[in-house]
């Protein structure tokens, strides 16, 4: 039996591997870089802090040691006893007024020392001879301290100690920044692993969920953060997705249904017609056959037109006479109608507008009142800032205000038998609300004073 090795498992490979172009990656990457930036900057400011430090403790005990003797000098102690360096000192030197070398103790340090070496704190480059009889120079940190009586007394060290002490700060800074760098990054990746994590069961759960259409949602954490905000949007945007599906749905249920009646109603028509049928007959057939397919091509022509709206195609707005729109469709309206067209308080408003659409929205309106009205639709224009409205109002039944909110829906007939019966489709008011809503205006339904309904049709005035 051949076994395959592990390295070969595909599986175990992806665990394995980890996508440089994640969010999580990108995350902790930048923060452990930002991290050794800030790192690298804080130990340079440590190490050049420590190391003053350490520097000016050392040239503050080789001050206090040399200051010490003087002080003993003045107090009539003689140089030769004070000559014995401790600590860390490498060499001490009393001198006299005129430069002579009063006692010396540790390295010898040739030169006219009384005049190379000020009061206080300074450096001294000075040339020794080592173990092996080479020539060294050696630059020592040296303290002179004069005492009353005008002996300077001279004490100086290389500084060995305290550059060791130097080293170690450096060194254990170069040890415990790399240390604490990879710290971060670890802590910023678990840390953004777990803020993370809804993420990614929002994404499996998103797979689930689109199209399933059963209504489930993604799990919101309910931790207050940004996380929780973009799941709820998406939960947000799925509910509308579902309810845009189930309007699509319900529209094109609407559509068939409403497709299928004329044709079903013409060859209903077809079928009970006498085969060997008079001309009167005849007339009778293609009259009512036409009426349907008028019908036909009236609901075709919605759809084709909202169909067009969904689009979001641009339009070309111009500049027309809101009255002349309102003059020639109520003119087209009462050549068919038996109802009063009153159009006496249409005044002349420039409104901009796509011609054609405001046309086909006022005619709609047109000829969804004059279907309802008893006796008379009413027509006027009036202006009210940036906006021009059309009013136009019937003395019909009127629409009750719960339905109000739906009759600009599609399909949507809130006196059903009366709007069959009159040829109506059911897209002609939501056709209107759509070119509104396109050419920058409002449409809104009130009651009419002479108890029908009323709607005010607004476009923006030409500025």
């Known amino acids: 039996m051949r076994i395959s090795p592990m390295t070969n498992n595909p599986i175990t490979n992806k665990s394995l591997r980890i996508n440089t172009k994640s969010v999580r990656f990108r995350t902790t990457a930048g923060a452990a870089v930002a991290l050794i930036g800030l790192l690298a900057v804080a130990g340079f400011g440590v190490n050049w802090f420590v190391g003053r430090q350490i520097q000016r403790s050392f040239d503050q005990t080789l001050f206090e040691q040399a200051a010490d003797r003087a002080a003993l000098i003045d107090g009539g102690a003689s140089p030769d006893t004070l000559m014995t360096p401790v600590g860390d000192e490498d060499f001490v030197v009393a001198i006299g007024p005129d430069g002579e070398r009063l006692a010396s103790a540790g390295v010898m340090v040739p030169g006219d020392l009384r005049t190379d ?16 009889h080479g020539v060294e120079q050696e630059n020592l940190r040296v303290a002179a301290v004069e005492a009353t009586n005008g002996v300077r007394v001279i004490v100086g060290n290389e500084g060995e100690n305290a550059r060791n002490s130097q080293a170690a700060v450096r060194n254990i800074l170069l040890a415990v920044m790399p240390l604490t760098a990879l710290a971060g990054a670890g802590v910023a990746w678990f840390v ?8 990614k069961l929002m994404r499996s759960e998103l797979d689930d969920v689109v199209g399933a259409g059963d209504g489930r949602r ?22 509308r997705l579902d309810q845009q599906s189930l309007q699509q749905r319900q529209f094109v249920a609407d559509a068939s249904h409403e497709l299928k009646s004329p044709l079903a109603n013409a060859r209903a028509i077809i079928d009970t017609s006498s085969i060997a049928a008079d001309a009167h007959e005849f007339e009778r057939v293609t009259t009512s056959v036409g009426v349907e397919l008028n019908r036909l091509h009236t609901l075709v022509d919605d759809l084709l037109y909202l169909a067009r709206a969904d689009e979001g195609a641009p339009r070309t707005l111009t500049t027309i006479d809101l009255a002349d ?34 046309a086909r929205a006022i005619r709609n309106l047109l000829e969804n009142a004059e279907r309802f009205a008893a006796q008379r639709v009413t027509l006027a224009v009036v202006e009210t800032g940036a906006m021009a409205t059309l009013i136009v109002a019937d003395d019909g039944p009127g629409i009750a205000p719960d339905d109000r909110d739906t009759v600009f829906e599609r399909f949507a007939r809130v006196h059903t038998d009366r709007a069959r019966a009159a040829g109506g489709t059911g897209l002609g008011l939501s056709i209107v609300a759509s070119i509104v809503t396109a050419n920058g205006g409002a449409i809104m339904l009130t009651d009419a004073p002479s108890g029908g309904a009323q709607f005010e049709l607004s476009f923006p005035v030409n500025s």
């Open 218 to 239: 993604v799990t919101e954490p309910g931790s207050g953060d940004e996380i929780d905000e973009l799941s709820a949007t998406i939960n947000g945007v799925l509910d």
């Open 192 to 199: 953004t692993g777990r803020a993370l994590g809804p993420v």
């Open 325 to 358: 729109l309102v003059f020639d469709e109520a003119e087209r309206v009462a050549a068919t109608s038996h109802k009063h067209i009153d159009a006496s308080g249409v005044v002349p408003v420039s409104v901009r507008v796509e011609p054609s659409e405001a």
């Open 117 to 132: 070496v000020p009061l206080g704190m300074s450096d001294l480059l000075v040339t020794v001879i080592g173990s092996g």
